[in-house]
């Protein structure tokens, strides 16, 4: 492939570029993909008109996140962001063909955003998925360190704003108290949710434990790990003995 000359992203700039340079420029947008880095778009001449290209960066920045292992979800995804946008997407390519001149300012940004959203949607995914995967065994260590206690799957409390959320687990603790259990994973979804039913729960019942479960200490950063300590009881690794827990149903 020929390597495209960086442009920042200016549209006049960009615009500009892509008309004097007959091989094509490589454009930085100013679209941020989730675990660092800028969405780059290609724009190549095809005739009177132009091919705006990510030229896989998305399935590249999968990579570099160690996502190897795509499933036929991810790629149907994919195929669903580019279609909502009026783009294709051909091997982990999305892409624009037929581009005028003065459109090409919105195909650049169509392209870079479903790169962005592409990336997010199978991070979001797999985290959903190892969720399920962590809560299932969370729910087999609860019953294995309480065999006698209720401890509710999905179970749902409400907070200062009245609202009622659901948490994986809810423990039926001794003088009408409960402690609730969420499975927290490092994407900014699930450390969200996580952090407004916690901050919620706390502010109308601030002695409920609010336990959060962690896969392991040393996947996380350490800046997200403190927003989930600000609101719970304690983060949870489940590689590690959870050995004062067995105090909270005495």
Do not use: C
Request: aromatic residues 8%.
């Amino acid at each position: 492939m020929t390597l495209l000359k960086p442009i920042a992203f200016d549209v006049s700039r960009a615009v500009g570029a892509a008309v004097a340079a007959p091989e094509g420029v490589r454009i930085e947008t100013t679209t941020l993909l989730p675990g660092g880095g800028v969405a780059a778009v290609s724009v190549r001449p095809a005739g009177e008109s132009f091919v705006v290209s990510d030229d896989g960066v998305a399935r590249s920045a999968l990579l570099t996140l160690m996502v190897h292992d795509l499933a036929a979800a991810d790629f149907r995804r994919g195929r669903e962001i580019a279609e909502a946008s009026g783009l294709t997407f051909d091997d982990d390519i999305f892409s624009l063909g037929d581009v005028s001149l003065a459109q090409l300012p919105a195909a650049v940004a169509f392209v870079a955003d479903a790169s962005r959203a592409w990336v997010q949607a199978v991070l979001d995914r797999r985290a959903r998925r190892a969720e399920r995967d962590l809560a299932h065994r969370t729910a087999e260590r609860l019953k294995e360190m309480f065999p006698a206690a209720h401890v509710e799957p999905e179970g749902e409390l409400m907070g200062a704003s009245t609202k009622t959320h659901r948490f994986d687990f809810v423990m039926t603790l001794p003088g009408n108290r409960y402690a609730a259990f969420q499975t927290v994973s490092p994407v900014p979804t699930s450390i969200a949710a996580t952090h407004l039913k916690f901050y919620d729960l706390s502010q109308v019942h601030p002695d409920w434990p609010r336990e959060a479960i962690v896969e392991s200490y040393s996947l996380w950063r350490a800046d997200d790990l403190a927003v989930i300590a600000q609101v719970s009881s304690h983060v949870r690794d489940f590689a590690k003995p959870w050995l004062d827990l067995a105090s909270l149903h005495a």
